[in-house]
């Protein structure tokens, strides 16, 4: 099968098995056109990806990163991937899935994050946070006018995902986006279930970040002692 003329520009950027994965998702109608880069990351690029005039955003997991051994642990005692192995495009593969396994579940709890929408291999499809065709700019540049509010909310959804059997882990300034002054939630690729054995650590990684920031924001937070008891309360 050849490559869609739609990617040729690409070729120099991405392998043939991540071009085979963007043409899959083209073919089943997600989108038909991939623009610029959204965002750049050591894991991953995140593109900008259009069908008419609807805009999605496409998560490409890098499949030659050097950062797979630090993504192992992540898996490694997920029981929704017990049969991945320990080689670098397995795991990473696994990571694009379980992001969309992550982003499903806190959408379903009822946090605002993006949608998933397709997974294949290291490609991710998802909603696309912005306005105008513009992408929504990060917490740590668009503060919020309302840190008290964004606190609580943000502390909510950390105990909303718990209830759902999900640790965010990676909760941080740098992981939300302001869209009309409202808090989005999102690279979920390493979140993990409750009964993982670093679910603790990252539950207080998070509350500790949370705390982090909005205490340099001005906000009166709570203890960290009583937001765990409250997130891991029945």
């Known amino acids: 099968m050849r490559i869609s003329e739609r990617f040729k520009i690409y070729k120099e950027v991405f392998d043939e098995s991540t071009l085979m994965s963007l043409y899959k998702a ?17 894991e991953a ?35 929704r991937f017990d049969n991945v192995k320990m080689k670098r ?10 992001e969309f396994k992550n982003l499903s579940i806190a959408v379903e709890a009822g946090v605002r994050a ?11 499809v998802m909603e696309f946070i912005g306005e105008n065709g513009n992408p929504c700019q990060y917490a740590k540049v668009a503060k919020p006018r ?9 502390i909510d959804y950390i105990k909303r995902m718990y209830k759902k059997d999900l640790i965010h882990g990676d909760i941080s300034e740098y992981n939300i986006l302001n869209q009309r002054d409202k808090p989005v939630l999102i690279d979920f690729s390493q979140g993990v279930p409750r009964d993982h054995y670093l679910a603790n650590e990252l539950l207080l990684r998070d509350i500790n970040r949370v705390n982090s920031w909005f205490r340099k924001l001005g906000v009166k937070v709570r203890s960290e002692k009583e937001i765990y008891e409250d997130v891991t309360s029945e």
């Open 114 to 124: 993006p949608e998933p929408i397709f997974v294949v291999n290291n490609v991710l």
């Open 146 to 154: 309302n840190p008290e509010k964004w606190y609580g909310i943000i």
């Open 89 to 98: 495009r397995d795991i990473v593969y696994a990571f694009s899935r379980k």
């Open 26 to 42: 083209v073919n089943k109608g997600y989108f038909d056109v991939l623009e610029g880069v959204i965002s750049t990351g050591k």
């Open 45 to 79: 690029n995140v593109y900008k990806a259009r069908k008419n005039e609807k805009i999605f955003a496409v998560k490409i997991f890098r499949t030659d990163t050097s950062e797979f051994k630090s993504m192992w642990k992540y898996i490694k005692g997920d029981k």
